[in-house]
């Protein structure tokens, strides 16, 4: 409680040319002292040059300007329905522990790019991202975006193989753990697929129909949110399995794979759609090099893909990583390597960080690798899967990581292990999907080509 308290609507007469608050000796036309609070009512634009010695406890009014090097605001600032709060730029405002602001009609945040984000930004920094088009915030960890649809966290796994190619569709809820759950059914089998989403609605370009690996360009889609069928959503140019794919909210990428009808072909086509609309998928690019077994994720604007097999003209494994700006149309360019040299692996990621898991090197590998999507470069060790093996598919909410499924050693556990993304370590036990398998497409509805949630 402040040691003197003045109203300013308050009357009072002015008797000398001095005026003391809190002092009955006035050095000066006002002579403050001491902590003092009181209510600024104020009527019509009002310019507020400077609170020397004041702390106001509320600030109402038609309009306010705040000039001047220094003022200290604490507590209520009310601004009326259709008029502004306007801070200046030469202008220093401190502000200290506001019990509320009361906006009228409308508050804009600060808005800039990625690149004119804050350097040294502090937890809960909140700003308008001009290049995502959506509000965002600081979480002390990295930047993360708000939805604007009330995604759940669903993550779903469609088809897949064991020799047969399966129609099956499950569902997990990715912050929880537990056994997935029964979603639906493809229209065809299919294994080798690839997934992408919004927070909206799930694609899947479709892999290889057995027996005889004939291949299909189906692309078929689901409404996350919504058990059920799949639909037909248009095609890819050329009927291909084992392809990459990676999404932002709004844009489905697809990128390499292999066909054997009618002769053995590898890929370096990347495709795209509108998520959104139905219709066949356009050209966007190439890979670096033509390949297939490669995965895919994103973050809200560049896509990357990792590790990849050529069998023609003959078998070689890299451990490329190329990258795309999903907005944009254009050839991949180089992005790093990973720690080692592989195919078949599982990618998933947050805004930030992608995280590539399993894959096959002469023999099966359980490491998993991260890179920082942003910033081009090498990955990093991360952890270890459960289990070595390959084609373990994964997505994730943008905190937790899930992969289901794989190859181990030619059988096709139905295990589900999750990590948490920003935090390295060994992935943990999740629970299961509904049958074995390896080759599932994956998507969710919080991914981290969303932003998060």
């Known amino acids: 409680m402040p040691t003197n308290r003045i109203g300013f609507s308050s009357d009072f007469v002015l008797n000398n040319s001095k005026v003391g608050i809190g002092t009955t000796n006035p050095r000066a036309t006002l002579d403050v002292v001491g902590v003092l609070k009181g209510d600024f009512n104020i009527s019509g634009v009002t310019t507020l040059t400077s609170y020397a010695g004041f702390i106001p406890q509320k600030q109402s009014g038609d309009g306010v300007t705040i000039t001047g090097e220094v003022n200290t605001i604490s507590e209520d600032i009310i601004v009326n329905v259709g008029e502004t709060f306007i801070v200046s730029s030469g202008s220093t405002i401190s502000l200290g522990t506001l019990e509320s602001i009361s906006i009228g009609a409308h508050l804009s945040v600060p808005n800039g790019g990625i690149t004119l984000r804050p350097q040294d930004p502090i937890e809960g920094t909140v700003r308008f991202n001009d290049d995502l088009n959506t509000l965002e915030f600081y979480n002390g960890v990295e930047w993360r975006q ?38 639906g059914s493809l229209i065809s089998g299919s294994g080798g697929s690839a997934g992408c989403s919004s927070q909206i609605r799930g694609l899947f370009a479709y892999g290889y129909l057995g027996p005889g690996f004939t291949g299909n360009n189906t692309i078929e889609y689901i409404t996350i949110a919504s058990e059920g069928n799949s639909i037909d959503f248009g095609d890819i140019s050329v009927a291909r399995g084992d392809i990459a794919s990676c999404s932002s909210s709004s844009r489905g990428i697809f990128a390499g794979g292999y066909t054997n009808t009618p002769a053995a072909t590898n890929s370096n ?185």
Request: hydrophobic share 35%; proline share 1%; glycine share 14%.
């Open 146 to 183: 708000f939805t604007v649809t009330g995604a759940s966290g669903r993550g779903v796994f469609q088809g897949g193989a064991t020799g047969s190619r399966l129609t099956i569709i499950d569902y997990v809820n990715i912050s929880s753990t537990g056994n997935a759950l029964n979603f």
């Open 269 to 453: 086509v990347i495709e795209y759609v509108q998520i959104s609309t139905l219709g066949n998928a356009l050209d966007f690019g190439d890979l670096t090099r033509i390949q297939y077994d490669t995965s895919g994720c994103a973050s809200p604007t560049r896509g990357i893909f990792s590790a990849n097999i050529q069998s023609v003209p003959a078998v070689t494994y890299s451990s490329s990583i190329n990258s795309i700006t999903i907005s944009s149309t254009g050839n991949a360019v180089q992005f790093g390597n990973l720690t080692e040299t592989k195919f078949g692996c599982g990618s998933l990621s947050s805004s930030v960080r992608g995280i590539i898991a399993g894959g096959y090197n002469s023999t099966r590998v359980n490491t998993i690798d991260f890179v920082t999507i942003a910033s081009l470069g090498n990955s990093q060790d991360f952890g270890d899967l459960t289990e070595s093996k390959l084609h373990a598919n994964g997505t994730s909410n943008s905190i937790r990581g899930v992969f289901a499924g794989g190859n181990v050693s030619g059988l096709y556990p139905n295990v589900i292990e999750y990590v948490t993304i920003t935090s390295s370590g060994n992935a943990q036990d999740f629970g299961d999907l509904t049958t074995t398998r390896a080759r599932t497409g994956a998507c969710s509805d919080s991914h981290g080509g969303l932003g998060g949630f």
